[in-house]
């Protein structure tokens, strides 16, 4: 599956973060400047990454830290040759919240006030400017509709959809087969336009 042209982490095949990488790496001890330009690009939507695959608003912070934590420590090990820094990032962020996910069984919530849920344009359905103008806002609705949704569909819909993984990388991270994958994917975009369109409609 390729990803879509002009999209959040479409650099036209080339690494905007190599000279921060290479400063960071470079770095004496305890020297964080170069490293904390570098997260500073990301953070905010490692943050919000973390806040809709665990649905633990709360938690989101601290586990976006962790992430930012485990990228430090590995930075001289990564040598981006076969991919970008922010790709890698976001598989360090999301092996870290499906350890935290099976650790969590059980729990199930999000936050749906936080404004970071609209930048994932991907998982919006076209809706009329009349619908628009309803008391609830768009972010608060894909907020509620996320967290309606069971975590065996909602986790593949946001790694391919959120996250910009291929298929194969879904079914890698999850330890899926590409059919079942690809089933849950699918079956994960209509659930969530059918009960986007019901909701929309329910406060309409």
């Not at 400063?23 to 570098?38: K, N």
Request: glycine fraction near 6%; hydrophobic fraction near 40%; charged fraction near 30%.
């Amino acid at each position: 599956m390729s990803h879509p042209p002009n999209g959040p982490f479409d650099f036209s095949g080339a690494d905007p973060d190599q000279e921060l990488l290479r400063e960071a790496r470079q770095a004496p001890e305890g020297d964080l400047r170069a490293f904390e330009q570098l997260v500073l690009r990301y953070q905010r939507r490692v943050v919000a990454n973390c806040r809709y695959i665990t649905r633990e608003p709360n938690n989101a912070e601290d586990l976006a830290q962790e992430v930012l934590v485990k990228a430090y420590f590995g930075l001289h090990g990564f040598e981006g040759k076969s991919s970008s820094f922010v790709d890698w990032l976001q598989r360090i962020k999301i092996a870290h919240c499906l350890r935290h996910v099976k650790k969590q069984v059980g729990r199930s919530y999000v936050g749906i006030e936080e404004a970071d849920v609209n930048e994932f344009d991907q998982l919006k359905v076209r809706v009329t400017a009349e619908t628009m103008a309803e008391q609830i806002s768009d972010h608060q609705l894909i907020g509620r509709v996320l967290d309606s949704i069971p975590s065996t569909l909602r986790i593949p819909l946001l790694l391919c959809d959120m996250d910009e993984l291929s298929y194969e990388e879904v079914a890698r991270f999850l330890g899926l087969s590409l059919s079942a994958t690809k089933m849950r994917i699918k079956r994960g975009r209509e659930v969530f336009r059918e009960r986007y369109q019901k909701m929309r409609t329910a406060v309409a």
